[in-house]
């Protein structure tokens, strides 16, 4: 695939439809119709953006929280399903590459997942965030490494990671000794105050530098309707208020475009791939910067399942047994005679 030496982007601050997912969706849909217009080959989409982000499980206490978790559950994407398809359908109508972050369930929980469409509308990342934050651990299940991956796109290599992960340094540096040469990174928006909008211009904007890549944040927007229908309490949707920023960062740590604080919109830039070689040239922290004979990360990309099934073999007579892994692994070949396990029956001496 031939590398682009431009490629324009788009990140999408808006608000989510708190009452259903398909209306979220259509916002979704009709964004990327507007970021397309601009020229953008690649929109990204706030954390958690379909069907909401659970901004209630920040101001309510678990026991009274059961009634929105579980509608979270009904709203929640199940992938691949009409929802998946329906992005996909937009990504491949517009030509343009969706970042997009979902409640996923599967069976019995929910994850916070990013989902990564190339511009033909194949899904081509789909990772669970490591670990759910604070309050967030109420609500959703762990992910696991196999989707700490970097993708190929028609628009360059790609990673992503949700929030609070960027404060996980080995989970970065697993993207950065990838090559990533667009991080994909989200955030919920409309939490915490003006703190959480600093806090996290300094990790996004250390990330491009650490990483020598651009870095293109999305976060939601609550509108104050929206605020009081989450909680009535003056006092607490305080905490829903603030914490939003949006924004573009080149690899040498700088704002595109001014980053966007308040209200709705898209901010769109023009990325010069050009300026990944011109950093990396004094920095490369997993290259000529790196010492790996002295500090190297060692991560384990197996898919974390429940449940692993394995065929017995009738006799330990020496005959080859394989494993078959629940998720599509295979153990190496099983030597019955090699199993220290296995007791050995002698004869007497004499």
């Given amino acids: 695939m031939q590398k682009k030496s431009t490629v324009r982007v788009a990140a999408v601050q808006i608000a989510p439809d708190l009452t259903s997912r398909e209306k979220t969706v259509a916002r979704v849909i009709e964004a990327i119709a507007q970021a397309s217009a601009k020229g953008a080959e690649l929109v990204v989409f706030p954390e958690t953006f379909v069907p909401w982000y659970p901004y209630f499980s ?11 978790h579980l509608r979270l559950y009904e709203e929640a994407v199940v992938v691949p399903s009409a929802t998946t398809r329906s992005v996909a359908a937009a990504a491949r109508e517009h030509g343009i590459v969706v970042a997009l972050g979902v409640n996923e369930r599967d069976h019995g929980t929910l994850y916070n997942t990013q989902l990564l469409f190339d511009a033909d509308g ?28 970097v993708v190929d796109s028609t628009i360059g290599r790609i990673g992503a990671l949700a929030c609070w992960e960027h404060y996980n340094p080995l989970a970065r540096y697993a993207l950065m000794a990838q090559h990533e040469e667009i991080h994909i990174a989200q955030f919920p928006g409309s939490m915490v105050g003006p703190i959480f909008a600093d806090q996290m211009e300094v990790t996004i904007r250390h990330h491009a530098l650490e990483s020598g890549c651009f870095v293109v944040n999305a976060t939601g927007w609550l509108t104050d309707d929206q605020i009081v229908s989450i909680t009535p309490d003056t006092g607490l949707q305080k905490a829903l208020r603030g914490g939003c920023m949006t924004a573009i960062i080149s690899p040498e740590g700088k704002h595109l ?75 190496a070949p099983f030597d019955g005679n090699a199993d220290q396990r296995i007791a050995v029956l002698r004869s007497p001496a004499g």
């Fill in 58 to 68: 920040f101001v309510l206490p678990p026991v009274l929280s059961g009634k929105e």
């Fill in 122 to 149: 194949g899904l081509i990342l789909k990772r669970r965030k490591i670990t759910p934050t604070f309050h967030e651990r109420m609500i959703w299940g762990q992910g696991d490494a196999s989707g700490l991956k």
């Fill in 257 to 331: 475009v001014p980053p966007l604080t308040e209200g709705e919109g898209i901010l769109v830039a023009d990325l010069d791939m050009s300026l990944i070689l011109k950093r990396k040239r004094m920095m490369d922290s997993v290259g000529h910067y790196a010492r790996p004979e002295l500090l190297h990360l060692v991560m384990d990309a197996r898919p974390a399942a429940p449940m692993r099934t394995s065929t017995i073999p009738a006799a330990f007579s020496g005959e080859t047994l394989t494993t078959d892994m629940s998720d599509g692994e295979q153990d």
